[in-house]
Nanobody, 122 residues
Framework: VQLQASGGGLVQAGDSLRLSCAAS????????MSWFRQGPGKEREFVAG????????YYGDSVEGRFTVSRDNAKNTLYLQMNSLKPEDTAVYFC????????????????WGQGTQVTVSS
C-alpha cells in the first residue's frame, strides 16, 4: 500500500486547512485509518482516526471539537479538516493505516505516508 499525504501549508492562528491522504495498492475500505503528527522534538502523537466503515471516529484531546476526520472509500482517500488552528498544531502530519480493529498507537500501524508539514503562525 502507498499513501500520499497532501494539503499542508503555512497558515495563521484561527485559519483552517484540509489534509488529504490518497491510498493505492489495496482495498482501502478494509483498513482503519488515522492521522498522527510529530512536532519538533516531540514524539509522534495520535490526532484523529476512523474505522474501516467510517462509522466511528476518534480524536486526540488537543484537537477534539476542532478537527474532523473522514474518508471516502470510493476515492480511496482519507481527510482531516482542521479548523481554529493554533500554533501548537504545528507539526508534520502523517496518515497511516492498519488492517483490523482500530488502534491508537503508532507502532500498531503498518503503512505510513510521507508526511505533510503544517505550520501555524501566531
Amino acid at each position: 500500500v502507498q499513501l500520499q499525504a497532501s494539503g499542508g501549508g503555512l497558515v495563521q492562528a484561527g485559519d483552517s486547512l484540509r489534509l488529504s491522504c490518497a491510498a493505492s495498492g489495496r482495498t482501502f475500505s478494509g483498513y482503519s485509518m488515522s492521522w498522527f503528527r510529530q512536532g519538533p522534538g516531540k514524539e509522534r502523537e495520535f490526532v484523529a482516526g476512523i474505522t474501516r466503515s467510517g462509522g466511528r471516529t476518534y480524536y486526540g484531546d488537543s484537537v477534539e471539537g476542532r478537527f474532523t476526520v473522514s474518508r471516502d472509500n470510493a476515492k480511496n482517500t482519507l481527510y482531516l479538516q482542521m479548523n481554529s488552528l493554533k500554533p501548537e498544531d504545528t507539526a508534520v502530519y502523517f496518515c497511516a493505516l492498519r488492517y483490523g480493529v482500530f488502534a491508537f498507537r503508532p507502532v500498531q500501524y503498518y503503512f505510513w505516508g510521507q508526511g505533510t508539514q503544517v505550520t501555524v503562525s501566531s
